[in-house]
């Protein structure tokens, strides 16, 4: 999940203001405009239309959230793990009742398909934040022991403290999750920002997650919301409050991000951008593979960081494959977010269009568009499921990412060339195989430089294990009993006995 931070789009039209939905930050138990009152406009990418208006979040912004998490956290910090647990079984449960509303949320902010994002992401969402849950109860240092003579060592797992949290706009909800329960299951206290494209479904939470501290009688400050623009971003990760800077962004945000949290040696966690490979072998079914690629690659309009985009088939089988691809991305349906048999709806903004169209535009001479390679209708940001075949390692559209829906094909001759073209790129999140040889599998998932290799599929996550990447694709894991310890620092206590 790697898109930049977009620009937001100027009002399309004249209308009301009154016709505008009004966003506004979390901070403290209270929805509160920006102190300035600057707001952002909120657009609607299946018509690219103003909807909303949220709160475009300055210094002062930032201090009031801040303060809000920091006296939260000495009460949260000390609470039980029983009630960590209680308060996150008490969102899920209150996600999976509101799943409609949530989902009307999501999908007005991001154009996606309705039944998808309610059959896709509330179950996820809410399997993860119960796994969190559980987690909360499990967070135990090493054994005691004596190291030195009359001496016996303790090691202790304490949460960081507050933490700054920025969250991307291609999964919005489920990228908050990801952000904040793992931390409120450690003890930490959470600012949240996010994209300032897509905040309403954040907004949400922060009013179901706000009651619940309430009704539990809990520090309101443990969660805090506030919306704006990259330079909120900053001055968020810059803030002297903040034990810990987390985002999932681009590179260029996650290099920004670790630049200022140097400045006062924060922790960072980074979640950046992917370029997955997807390594096909002669002996695969190729009518398999191309149906889980092509799901992999078109999903969510192709804007997830470890999105099947980039296939390397061996030349064998080539032709055949490519010909079989691009059927499938002609058979493959975008469109609004009501629209029945469809896989993904638009892009999320204007300059993510042009960013896709652009690359198709830049294509070397060598390179075929097999399939697709235009935008769909001239209202909205739809964008059409994209084969391009004939290209050579070093090709811009190999090595860089589009985040969108454009499925690469290259051949290779050989394990050993595939490896190679496999790893030849600057990102290292995720990546699969496709064989029915297991030895070569095994031996390919030793080889390849991800921090995920799927075999004969691609792309399904579970809670139990990790996300993360290596190189430019940053550090840090989510989900996962890692994703957990990641919010938590490490004490040694030694006693004299």
């Given at each position: 999940m790697a898109p930049e931070s977009a620009t937001p789009q100027a009002q399309t039209e004249e209308r009301p203001v009154s016709d505008l939905r009004t966003l506004r930050n979390y901070i403290n138990g209270e929805f509160v405009d920006a102190a300035d009152g600057r707001t952002l406009d909120i657009v609607d990418p299946t018509t690219g239309e103003v909807y909303a208006t949220s709160p475009l979040s300055g210094a002062a912004d930032v201090d009031a959230a801040m303060a809000s998490a920091a006296a939260a956290f000495p009460v949260w910090r000390d609470a039980t793990p029983s009630t960590r647990q209680k308060l996150l079984l008490k969102i899920a449960d209150a996600i999976e009742a509101r799943a409609d509303e949530i989902v009307d949320a999501e999908v007005r902010n991001t154009g996606k398909p309705r039944a998808l994002t309610l059959s896709e992401e509330i179950g996820p969402m809410v399997d993860q934040i119960r796994f969190f849950a559980g987690a909360a109860r499990l967070l135990e240092g090493k054994a005691a022991g004596e190291y030195m003579d009359g001496m016996t060592s303790i090691i202790r797992r304490e949460p960081v403290g507050v933490c700054a949290q920025v969250a991307p706009w291609n999964y919005p909800m489920m990228m908050a999750v990801w952000k904040f329960a793992p931390a409120i299951a450690a003890g930490n206290t959470v600012v949240l920002k996010p994209s300032d494209t897509t905040p309403a479904s954040t907004v949400l939470l922060a009013e179901i997650i706000g009651g619940i501290l309430k009704d539990l009688?809990?520090?309101?400050?443990?969660?805090?919301?506030?919306?704006?623009?990259?330079?909120?971003?900053?001055?968020?990760?810059?803030?002297?409050?903040?034990?810990?800077?987390?985002?999932?962004?681009?590179?260029?945000?996650?290099?920004?991000?670790?630049?200022?949290?140097?400045?006062?040696?924060?922790?960072?966690?980074?979640?950046?951008?992917?370029?997955?490979?997807?390594?096909?072998?002669?002996?695969?079914?190729?009518?398999?593979?191309?149906?889980?690629?092509?799901?992999?690659?078109?999903?969510?309009?192709?804007?997830?960081?470890?999105?099947?985009?980039?296939?390397?088939?061996?030349?064998?089988?080539?032709?055949?494959?490519?010909?079989?691809?691009?059927?499938?991305?002609?058979?493959?349906?975008?469109?609004?977010?009501?629209?029945?048999?469809?896989?993904?709806?638009?892009?999320?903004?204007?300059?993510?269009?042009?960013?896709?169209?652009?690359?198709?535009?830049?294509?070397?001479?060598?390179?075929?568009?097999?399939?697709?390679?235009?935008?769909?209708?001239?209202?909205?940001?739809?964008?059409?499921?994209?084969?391009?075949?004939?290209?050579?390692?070093?090709?811009?559209?190999?090595?860089?990412?589009?985040?969108?829906?454009?499925?690469?094909?290259?051949?290779?001759?050989?394990?050993?060339?595939?490896?190679?073209?496999?790893?030849?790129?600057?990102?290292?999140?995720?990546?699969?195989?496709?064989?029915?040889?297991?030895?070569?599998?095994?031996?390919?998932?030793?080889?390849?430089?991800?921090?995920?290799?799927?075999?004969?599929?691609?792309?399904?996550?579970?809670?139990?294990?990790?996300?993360?990447?290596?190189?430019?694709?940053?550090?840090?894991?989510?989900?996962?009993?890692?994703?957990f310890e990641d919010y938590t620092r490490v004490k040694h206590v030694m006693t004299a006995i």
């Open positions: 009688e809990l520090p309101v400050g443990v969660f805090n919301v506030i919306c704006g623009d990259r330079e909120t971003g900053r001055l968020m990760v810059e803030h002297r409050t903040p034990a810990m800077a987390s985002i999932t962004g681009s590179v260029r945000a996650g290099i920004q991000v670790a630049e200022s949290a140097s400045k006062d040696v924060k922790r960072v966690h980074l979640e950046l951008g992917g370029k997955a490979p997807v390594v096909v072998f002669e002996d695969a079914d190729i009518a398999e593979a191309v149906e889980g690629i092509s799901v992999a690659g078109y999903f969510n309009a192709g804007q997830d960081c470890t999105a099947a985009t980039r296939v390397l088939v061996h030349e064998s089988i080539h032709d055949a494959f490519v010909e079989a691809l691009a059927k499938a991305a002609a058979e493959t349906k975008t469109g609004g977010v009501d629209d029945e048999d469809v896989l993904y709806g638009p892009l999320n903004n204007a300059n993510q269009l042009k960013q896709v169209a652009g690359f198709i535009e830049r294509l070397p001479a060598h390179a075929k568009v097999e399939a697709g390679g235009h935008r769909v209708g001239d209202k909205g940001y739809f964008y059409a499921p994209t084969v391009v075949s004939g290209l050579n390692q070093d090709d811009e559209i190999i090595q860089n990412e589009v985040f969108g829906p454009v499925i690469t094909v290259q051949k290779f001759t050989d394990e050993d060339q595939a490896v190679e073209y496999a790893n030849g790129v600057e990102f290292a999140l995720a990546s699969s195989v496709w064989t029915k040889d297991h030895a070569r599998a095994m031996r390919m998932s030793r080889r390849l430089d991800f921090g995920c290799v799927w075999i004969n599929t691609h792309i399904p996550l579970v809670a139990e294990m990790p996300h993360g990447g290596f190189k430019k694709s940053g550090y840090g894991k989510d989900l996962s009993s890692y994703g």
